[in-house]
């Protein structure tokens, strides 16, 4: 079993739609999750770590399930630029590997 | 901009070469993680490093070594270059291995390597 699953889409949508992606993670000790946006052809890059209480940053919200394991990644009212693949990753409790979905892919139409 | 720089962008390499890439961390951060992607992956461990030590490793061969520098900069070598070799390379800087924001990693651009 994967250590992170993730639907990778493709998710077309219209700009100013409310889209949710989720993931799943196998090893409930896990530790660390964090949401991650990567654009084509370039590195990843930083959306927001995932707090236990869950987190928000403007038209974000990032929320954690530690009984279901899984975390979720909200996006509202999307702008064209939201248009990207998003990773979710996971830190187990032992051990500093870091754990990639394969990344969903959101294509937001004007 | 993250502050993570990568060299080269681009390298061709043949099979059974051997290849050296680069990587400087963000100022302030101490740990160099490396990460190979292939096309429509999401990035795999290979390795990290923290003050200059080996500090967690992932399912890669042997022929995937490192080093980190006193000033914590990184190398990743690949010995013995097969065709499967042939992905994007990241390496992300983080303050420390320690808990919480501390682990957050910032991704370089990445090298592109393609093997024939």
């Known amino acids: 079993r994967k250590e992170v699953e993730q639907d990778p889409g493709p998710f077309n949508v219209p700009e100013g739609a409310t889209v949710a992606f989720n993931c799943t993670y196998s090893n409930s000790a896990s530790q660390s999750f964090f949401w991650y946006r990567q654009d084509c052809r370039k590195e990843p890059k930083l959306l927001m770590s995932?707090?236990?209480s869950g987190n928000e940053d403007g038209r974000f919200t990032a929320q954690l399930n530690r009984a279901s394991q899984y975390i979720s990644l909200l996006i509202r009212d999307s702008k064209l630029s939201d248009s990207a693949t998003y990773l979710c990753?996971?830190?187990?409790?032992?051990?500093?590997?870091?754990?990639f979905g394969t990344g969903t892919s959101l294509t937001v139409i004007p | 901009e993250t502050g993570v720089t990568q060299s080269p962008t681009h390298l061709i390499k043949t099979r059974g070469q051997q290849v050296t890439l680069r990587c400087s961390s963000q100022?302030?951060?101490?740990?160099v993680s490396w990460y190979q992607q292939a096309l429509g992956q999401g990035p795999q461990f290979i390795f990290q490093y923290y003050r200059e030590e080996e500090n967690g490793r992932g399912n890669f061969p042997p022929r995937f070594s490192g080093l980190q520098f006193p000033n914590y900069s990184s190398e990743l070598n690949v010995n013995a270059l097969e065709l499967d070799d042939s992905a994007l390379y990241l390496c992300a800087s983080s303050q420390s291995p320690g808990s919480g924001s501390a682990r957050e990693q910032y991704f370089g651009p990445g090298t592109r390597l393609t093997v024939t």
């Open positions: 100022s302030g951060h101490n740990t």
């Open positions: 995932v707090y236990s």
């Open positions: 990753v996971v830190n187990p409790h032992t051990g500093n590997q870091f754990y």
